[in-house]
């Protein structure tokens, strides 16, 4: 060896030297923040990814940073291609000096993966070539195919998930019948629960159908029907920008599951889009309070629960209705029961809501407390509930719970689009009875529209509006709009003006909006009284429906003053229609 190759040599020993601390330093680092700094073992890449062909792509230029493996040489080199055994030293600084003087390296041999390669000869050469500070270098490259691809960010833990992707799409085909499908998830174990899944949808496609459902057919089925009408949901609602880190297949995963605890809590068949739309409002919804510095001295000496405010004007349909697939405003509708025989009024009602809405019946029993259930008076009651909707041809389940009538109903709301219950005990007209009333509280509460029902079915299809241009009279007006279209019925919009404010320019709104739907409506404008006015009009235009917005005002000032809404509830014989 001539002066000049070992003066070169020595130089590239001190280079091994300091390529090997930066190892050590990084393994270090790696160990402190949990972070793996091993290079990728392409035979056990290739066992758990089940490769299936490969072909020569000739040479290339390829990026160094795209190296994630080896095949024989993993353990001796960092991530990065660092060094991490000292037994390397000559040969890698024999490398070097090749690089550095005439010789030059040779193209290395490297097996592609997706985006990532992997070493098949000449790792010193990468290892060299990356501290030199090398960008591309020239490979063999061969591509290896497999079901599901990877990137040169991909961790060893994540080998877990693309081989049980990898084992998933063996059986199950879905990237061959649909292509371009991202089934991916970020924690192990799932892929056998989207497998039963698929089994269980193929099992009740073979009732359905009355015949043996080719498995593939079921995946494709399933994936069409079940699976991506709900990511679409999730695309069109953003709703994975709540959950970072997550993927599509996560929130999937989690919506069927919440859905399952869901049912046996509530003991009611629930939507995949039911359950998406509680996960949405669980953790983007935060009900503010608006009261008066008079109110913040009662509200310390009152219940604090019996004054919270609702959610805001509109909410139940900009977060639920809006994003609905299909044409129907109450396709699931609550209807709470108690043992007394005028409560089955509002079940009757709602069967008449149901037939128009093609919907389904959640009945609800509310007892004090567990230990007050009769097993007879539930069996009674469950009985005669399941046979009045199989009389009537429709879908119904009642569920039994405990708890305070007014918060237990307003809870379970949030699962459903219309809360239909019998009007026993409207509001009275003193402050204390407000104060005291459940219904008054279901009303302030309640996320979803109520029909009170006073003790009268009517068919529901001579219906007065209630409008004066405040927030929720623009939810009762969306709501009219919809009945008169869907269900074809007769409206009537009622405008009163106190003292003499005209209610010329509050009608031209109402009317503008419901020409622009399409719907033909009676308008009058009444001055006085506003509980009286439309009572007025009720009587004198055969009215057997009311549509109108629930308390306008802070729940302090209900409580004090009063409402129209409550003076209607008390004197009304049809039923009335509260939105929000």
């Not at 592609?112 to 070493?119: K, L, P, R, S």
């Not at 005291?436 to 309640?446: A, K, V």
Request: charged share 25%; glycine share 6%; net charge negative.
């Amino acid at each position: 060896m001539t002066f000049d190759n070992r003066f070169g040599f020595s130089h590239a020993i001190t280079d091994f030297h300091r390529a090997r601390n930066q190892a050590v330093l990084k393994e270090i680092i790696g160990r402190i923040r949990g972070e793996s700094v091993e290079l990728l073992s392409y035979e056990e890449v290739r066992q758990k990814l089940r490769v299936e062909g490969s072909s020569e792509q000739g040479l290339q230029n390829i990026p160094i940073e795209a190296i994630v493996g080896s095949i024989g040489r993993y353990n001796d080199f960092t991530r990065d291609f660092l060094p991490r055994r000292d037994s390397i030293q000559e040969r890698w600084a024999r490398v070097k000096l090749a690089v550095t003087g005439s010789t030059g390296l040779p193209p290395i041999d490297v097996y592609q993966i997706g985006e990532a390669y992997f070493v098949k000869d000449g790792n010193h050469r990468v290892s060299v070539a990356k501290q030199m500070g090398a960008n591309y270098i020239q490979a063999y490259v061969t591509e290896v195919r497999t079901r599901v691809p990877i990137t040169p960010d991909i961790e060893p833990d994540e080998l877990i998930l693309k081989a049980e992707l990898a084992s998933f799409l063996e059986i199950s085909r879905l990237d061959e019948v649909r292509p371009g499908s991202d089934l991916s998830v970020t924690l192990p174990g799932k892929y056998p629960i989207i497998q039963e899944h698929i089994d269980v949808h193929r099992y009740f496609m073979g009732i359905e159908q009355q015949r043996e459902i080719p498995y593939i057919e079921s995946v494709t089925h399933w994936y069409d029907t079940v699976y991506m009408p709900l990511i679409e949901t999730i695309r069109e609602r953003g709703i994975l920008h709540n959950f970072p880190n997550r993927t599509e297949t996560d929130l999937y995963l989690w919506i069927t599951i919440h859905r399952h605890e869901l049912e046996e809590e509530l003991e009611w068949e629930i939507k995949l889009e039911t359950a998406l739309n509680d996960l949405v409002e669980s953790h983007g919804t935060q009900f503010k309070s608006s009261i008066s510095r008079f109110g913040d001295k009662l509200l310390s000496v009152l219940s604090l629960g019996k004054l919270e405010e609702g959610p805001p004007p509109g909410q139940w349909r900009t977060r639920t209705v809006s994003t609905r697939k299909g044409d129907r405003l109450f396709t699931e509708i609550l209807v709470p029961l108690s043992s007394k025989q005028e409560s089955w009024v509002s079940l009757n009602q709602a069967f008449v809501v149901a037939h128009h809405e093609n919907a389904a019946i959640h009945g609800l029993h509310i007892i004090a407390n567990q230990s007050d259930i009769e097993d007879e008076i539930i069996a009674s009651l469950r009985d005669e509930f399941e046979r009045r909707c199989h009389d009537n041809d429709l879908q119904g389940e009642l569920a039994v719970t405990s708890g305070e009538i007014a918060r237990q109903i307003s809870d379970r709301a949030r699962w459903n689009d219309l809360v239909i219950t019998h009007l026993a005990h409207p509001p009275a007209s003193s402050p204390k009875a407000r104060l005291d009333s459940g219904f008054h509280e279901l009303i302030q509460r309640c996320p979803r529209p109520i029909l009170a029902v006073p003790g009268q079915l009517t068919p529901l299809d001579n219906a007065l509006l209630a409008y004066d241009g405040s927030p929720k009279s623009e939810e009762a007006l969306f709501v009219a709009t919809y009945m008169a279209g869907k269900w074809n019925i007769r409206l009537t919009v009622v405008t009163v003006f106190e003292d003499n404010n005209p209610a010329q320019e509050t009608m031209l709104r109402a009317k503008a909006y419901l020409e622009e739907h399409g719907i033909q409506a009676n308008f009058k404008a009444e001055k006085g009284s506003v509980g009286e006015a439309l009572l007025k009009v009720m009587e004198k235009e055969n009215i057997n429906l009311i549509i109108m917005g629930g308390y306008g005002a802070s729940p302090v000032v209900e409580f004090i003053l009063g409402s129209v809404v409550d003076k209607v509830l008390r004197e009304s014989q049809v039923p009335i229609l509260i939105c929000r």
